[in-house]
Nanobody, 128 residues
């Protein structure tokens, strides 16, 4: 069983920054791939970034490349998403998710169906 808790969301002006954190329970968290997803009102959930167990494989959606950075600290069971140069279109509920069935020698999955544990989400609102 894995529990994920997101934090760090809030209201920010366009061009500002936020740092989201995902704190995980479980001794084997360091083995899992972790993804950040977001879902805007009326839209489908989409992947934002994903990271493998070591940080050696990282994926970013085209819409956030160069602005967002995903990182993990396995000693703290935490994954972060640093979001810079935020735009109004980044407004959404952001979720972190863990793929506990992940093979450590593959890039992290980007499809939400591959992830079997999810946090409750944190709201990010970017005003223009």
């Amino acid at each position: 069983q894995v529990q994920l808790v997101e934090s760090g969301g809030g209201l920010v002006q366009a061009g500002g920054s936020l740092r989201l954190s995902c704190a995980a329970s479980g001794r084997t968290f360091s083995r899992y791939a972790v993804g950040w997803f977001r879902q805007a009102t009326g839209k489908e959930r989409q992947v934002v970034a994903a990271i493998n167990w070591s940080g050696g494989y990282i994926y970013y959606a085209d819409s956030v490349k160069g602005r967002f950075t995903i990182s993990r600290d396995n000693s703290e069971n935490t994954v972060h998403l640093q979001m810079n140069s935020l735009k109004p279109e980044d407004t959404a509920v952001y979720y972190c998710a863990a793929d506990t069935r992940y093979s450590g020698y593959a890039p992290p999955p980007t499809a939400s169906v591959k992830y079997d544990y999810w946090g409750q989400g944190t709201q990010v609102t970017v005003s223009s």
